[in-house]
């Protein structure tokens, strides 16, 4: 590839892609521009953007677009941003378990879509309350007027101090028994892309799989480097081996099958929660994601 195409990228600032933004890893036959978001986007605003080639959008917002039959938008399994949500059920005081959530009223602040859809898979399945259990409710303005008994944010609500609290307050333990029980560490975001780019351009999908790839090894490399310390975390070396054991292996891998049984919870939380049709409780994995081949363990 002689000529190097354009292509505007909008993403996070992650430590795990600044290699790739910072042009440490070169994408090979693109010419990149980079949009800084200052936290992740939605869907709706990479489909109305037109300058961005390739952006970070949320994962279940574009399952279940994919899911429910929608061709505009195309997903890289590259995923920037995952984490537990446990930490973003926050209750008033009239709730102290989670089987106190039966009949009660959750809001869902806005933009958290794929933070509820995790929180109310894990009701479900660790504590057998269900979707169908709970009233909810858009927006978390109701929570200090008394209208809602809890909220699902990755911030705690704007109210009256002392009004409400993390449901779990030191969840650790709890996130290790679920991903014991599921196999899967919640993602948030994926990296997705125009269809009509790559189809232009099919050694794109490739190529940009790879130096993400690239940048995620070296980050983790970097971390258990004991020559020096990269970050400001006591003995994160020894942190990060304790996590592999945790996670049975690599604890952030990219790729489709190191991720199918995370991906697949995500998928059956869309159809149990009516995101996302029925019958798509089936779904081939690998249909969600552009057509190559390395996206697999050992690239």
């Known amino acids: 590839m002689t000529n190097r195409i354009p292509l505007t990228i909008a993403a996070t600032s992650y430590d795990l892609a600044i290699p790739v933004t910072s042009g440490e890893i070169e994408l090979a036959g693109v010419e990149p521009s980079f949009v800084d978001l200052p936290l992740p986007g939605t869907l709706a605003e990479f489909l109305e953007t037109p300058s961005w080639d390739v952006a970070e959008v949320p994962a279940a917002e574009y399952v279940a677009r994919r899911l429910s039959g929608h061709d505009d938008v195309i997903a890289l399994p590259v995923f920037l941003s995952r984490m537990f949500r446990h930490g973003c059920l926050h209750v008033t005081s009239r709730i102290r378990a989670p089987e106190d ?22 009701l479900s399945d660790m504590f057998g309350v269900g979707p169908d259990d709970v009233t909810w409710v858009d927006g978390a303005e109701l929570l200090g007027a008394g209208g809602v008994d809890a909220v699902i944010s990755a ?86 081996h304790g996590l592999r054991d945790v996670f049975g292996g690599e604890v952030w891998p990219y790729g489709i099958d190191p991720n199918r049984p995370t991906l697949e919870t995500l998928v059956r939380y869309l159809t149990e929660q009516g995101l ?7 779904t081939d994995i690998r249909r969600l994601f552009a057509p190559y081949e390395s996206f697999v363990d050992g690239m």
């Not at 039966?102 to 894990?122: C, H, I, L, N, Q």
């Not at 996302?276 to 089936?282: D, F, L």
């Open 276 to 282: 996302a049709p029925r019958e798509s409780a089936g």
């Open 101 to 122: 959530l039966r009949g009660a009223r959750v809001a869902v602040a806005s933009g958290e879509t794929t933070t509820a859809v995790w929180v109310r898979g894990m």
């Open 155 to 240: 911030r705690p609500p704007a109210a009256e101090p002392g009004l409400t609290t993390p449901l779990f307050g030191r969840p650790g333990p709890l996130e290790r028994e679920y991903l014991g029980k599921t196999r899967s560490f919640p993602i948030l975001n994926v990296l997705a892309v125009r269809p009509e780019i790559l189809a232009r351009h099919r050694w794109l999908a490739s190529n940009l799989y790879r130096a993400f790839e690239i940048a995620r090894r070296r980050y983790f490399y970097r971390l258990e480097d004991i020559r020096a310390s990269r970050v400001p975390i006591p003995s994160v070396a020894g942190y990060m």
